[in-house]
C-alpha cells in the first residue's frame, strides 16, 4: 500500500535551532501534502498545505515564516521549524495522497516528535 | 467540510465486534466519510472510506445509513492491538485539495 516516510522520528535540541523534517511519498506522487502538528492528549491541528511547485497554503493562526514549507518535488516536502522554542515542542505529522484519482485516500507518516530545551 | 459528532470512548471485549457511531447529519452529497485510527505515538492509519454505499476490506466494514446522516465502523473480531483513537472525518473528494480536519475521534478500549 501507499507509504509515506517522515524523517527523522525524533529530534531534541537546544531553543533557538531550526529543526527541518522531511516528508516523503515512497511509492507515489503528490502534488499536495499536508503538515499537522498534535500536542499531548490532543487531536491533530492542521497548520499548512504543502504544494508542490508554489507557496503552501497556512492555516489561520500559523505562522509562516515560523514554519517553513518547501515542496519541491512530487515525492517531498519539508518543515523547518525556525528559531524553536520549547512551546514548538510537538509531534508533527505529515500525510500526502496519491494524486491519481479524486478520492484517494491520504496517507500519514510516522511522525516526528521534536522536543526544544 | 461538514462536522462530525463521535462519542469520546468505548469499551470492546476482546474477540467481539467493536461498532463505532459517528454523526454527520449535515454531509453534503458529494462528501465522502472516512475513517482513521491513531494507536498512540504514531501516524493516523487509514481505515476505510465511503460515500453512499456499505463498504469492507481486511480491515472494517462501514455502514453509512440511507440518509448518509450517520455512519458505524465496524472492526469484526477486535483484538488487543485494535486499542486506538478512531476518527471518522467527511471530505469533499474533488481534486487533489480536501484536507483532513480532526475531531476529538473515539477512544477505542480493548479489554482481555
Known amino acids: 500500500g501507499a507509504v509515506v516516510s517522515q524523517h527523522p522520528s525524533r529530534v531534541i535540541c537546544k531553543s533557538g535551532t531550526s529543526v527541518k523534517i522531511e516528508c516523503r511519498s515512497l511509492d507515489f506522487q503528490a502534488t499536495t501534502m499536508f503538515w499537522y502538528r498534535q500536542f499531548p492528549k490532543q487531536s491533530l491541528m492542521l497548520m499548512a498545505t504543502s504544494n508542490e511547485g508554489s507557496k503552501a497554503t497556512y492555516e489561520q493562526g500559523v505562522e509562516k515564516d515560523k514554519f517553513l514549507i518547501n515542496h519541491a518535488s512530487l515525492t517531498l516536502s519539508t518543515l523547518t521549524v525556525t528559531s524553536a522554542h520549547p512551546e514548538d515542542s510537538s509531534f508533527y505529522i505529515c500525510s500526502a495522497r496519491d494524486q491519481r484519482g479524486s478520492n484517494q485516500p491520504q496517507h500519514f507518516g510516522d511522525g516526528t516528535r521534536l522536543s526544544i530545551l | 467540510d461538514a462536522k462530525t459528532t463521535q462519542p469520546p470512548s468505548m469499551d470492546c471485549a476482546e474477540g467481539r465486534a467493536a461498532n463505532l457511531p459517528c454523526n454527520h447529519s449535515?454531509?453534503?452529497?458529494?462528501?465522502?466519510v472516512y475513517w482513521y485510527r491513531q494507536i498512540h505515538s504514531q501516524g493516523p492509519q487509514y481505515i476505510i472510506h465511503g460515500l453512499k454505499n456499505n463498504e469492507t476490506n481486511e480491515m472494517a466494514s462501514l455502514i453509512i445509513t440511507e440518509d448518509r446522516k450517520s455512519s458505524t465502523l465496524i472492526l469484526p473480531h477486535a483484538t488487543l492491538r485494535d486499542t486506538a483513537v478512531y476518527y471518522c472525518i467527511v471530505r469533499v473528494a474533488t481534486g487533489n485539495t480536501g484536507k483532513l480536519i480532526f475531531g476529538q475521534g473515539t477512544t477505542l478500549q480493548v479489554k482481555p
Open positions: 449535515t454531509i453534503s452529497g458529494n462528501e465522502y
